[in-house]
């Protein structure tokens, strides 16, 4: 069975620009999880998004590619209630960052890959690749 692994949109920024300081990071995990089912929150698929969107051309493509190889989950009245509670109990999350976290929780997901270090603590599933 494919390991099931939510991504936050950090570790998909930094997989589509060389200049992100975790770029490396970011595409060597990517690489070696070819047997993953790779999931995104649909607010983290947003957050990819933007940059790529600003710019245009092949830029967007690659994103478009990326995030369409990877399960987009909409966000839910059950996902945004979760993420408001996990919100209300970790101040330092952001909005998105719970709704990915939520999302994790739901499809019970074996990992959840972010290179926010606020993230440390909150689930045990976290890993900073």
Partial sequence: MAQLIVLDASVGIAALSGRDAHHR??????AAATDADLVLAATSRAEIMVGPCAVGGEPLAAARDFVDGCETVPVTAAIADDAAALRARHRALSLPDAIALAVATLIDADAIWTFDRRWSGVDSRVVHP
């Fill in 25 to 30: 990071s970011a595409a060597k995990a990517l």
